[in-house]
């Protein structure tokens, strides 16, 4: 019996030592370094690099060289935030790359805070030494618009605007004779007859305040002459001044129109009212 038992535990010994051994070699497998073969390796490598370097290189170069050949990258300082280890996941990384990229175009373009470029500080200096020229060139380049000052007269007179005979009269006091209304009735202008197309001069230097257009008078240019005094023109065409616009003495204004309906029967001509203050004035005695 004991017999019996001491041969079943031998048994089961065997099998746990014979089932640990392949279990372990199992492991083993594809994993095992022969130091033999390696030491062997290095004397010949040793020899091969001393027979194929240059005398004037040192050890230290060498061995630099040697190092930057092996890899298959270059080696980085520690801690640096440039150093990438090979042989680790090549697309998560190039994926987190492209989202940073994605989500901040800007970002990689943007200088670094405090830090001005070489050529943006040229820039800067150059813009500023601009201002104070700019500034002259607005106060001394800009033209210089000075306005005449009005001054009249009636002993100033006035040039006659046109040649021709009176037709209707100035009459503010009494009555006169209008042929086309064949009615009498007290006038406050004059009436000087023109051919059609006549050219119309100003008869005093003055201002266009207005430019207008009725049924009596036609188109028609208002201006003022200095101290209170205005002239109107009517029975206008052609019109070349503008409201804003000085005249002179004999420039043209504009050429004598067709006569409006109420002075058909008078002819062609042309409406001359001045004013001072509003209070018409007869401009006939005033032309020379």
């Known amino acids: ?8 535990l031998t048994a089961l010994t065997m099998t746990g030592v014979y089932m640990q051994s392949q279990e372990r070699k199992a492991q083993d497998d594809g994993y095992t370094i022969d130091f033999t073969a390696l ?32 890899l298959d990258y270059l080696p980085m300082e520690a801690g ?5 280890l090979p042989r680790l996941n090549d697309g998560e990384s190039a994926g987190a790359s492209d989202k940073k990229s994605t989500a901040d175009p800007a970002a990689s373009e943007a200088p670094n805070a405090g830090e001005t470029s070489a050529e943006e500080a040229p820039q800067a200096d150059l813009s500023q030494a601009e201002i104070p020229q700019a500034a002259e060139q607005e106060a001394f380049g800009d033209e210089v618009v000075v306005t005449p000052q009005l001054q009249y007269s009636e002993n100033d007179g006035l040039l006659r605007p046109l040649a021709g005979e009176t ?20 006038n406050t202008a004059m ?22 257009q009725n049924e009596e008078i036609g188109h028609a240019v208002t ?6 005094y205005q002239i109107t023109y009517g029975q206008l065409k052609d019109i070349c001044v503008a409201v804003g616009s000085y005249v002179n003495p004999g420039d043209v204004i504009a050429t004598v129109a067709a006569p409006t ?28």
Do not use: H, W
Not at 177 to 182: H, I, M, Q, R, V
């Open 1 to 8: 019996m004991i017999a019996s038992s001491a041969f079943v």
């Open 39 to 70: 030491e062997n390796n290095v004397e010949d490598k040793g020899e091969e690099i001393l027979n194929n370097a240059d005398p004037a290189d040192s050890v230290d170069d060498m061995a630099e060289n040697n190092l930057e050949d092996d």
């Open 80 to 84: 640096s935030s440039l150093v990438e």
């Open 167 to 186: 037709l209707i009269p100035f009459s503010a006091e009494k009555s006169v004779y209008f042929s086309t209304l064949d009615q009498y009735k007290r």
């Open 191 to 212: 009436m000087i007859s023109a051919a059609e197309g006549t050219a119309v001069t100003a008869c005093a230097e003055g201002k266009v305040v207005d430019i207008f």
């Open 223 to 228: 201006m003022e002459l200095g101290d209170g």
């Open 261 to 288: 309906k109420y002075y058909t029967r008078e002819g062609s001509n042309l409406y001359i009212k001045m004013t001072a203050n509003g209070t018409p004035v007869n401009p006939e005695p005033l032309f020379r």
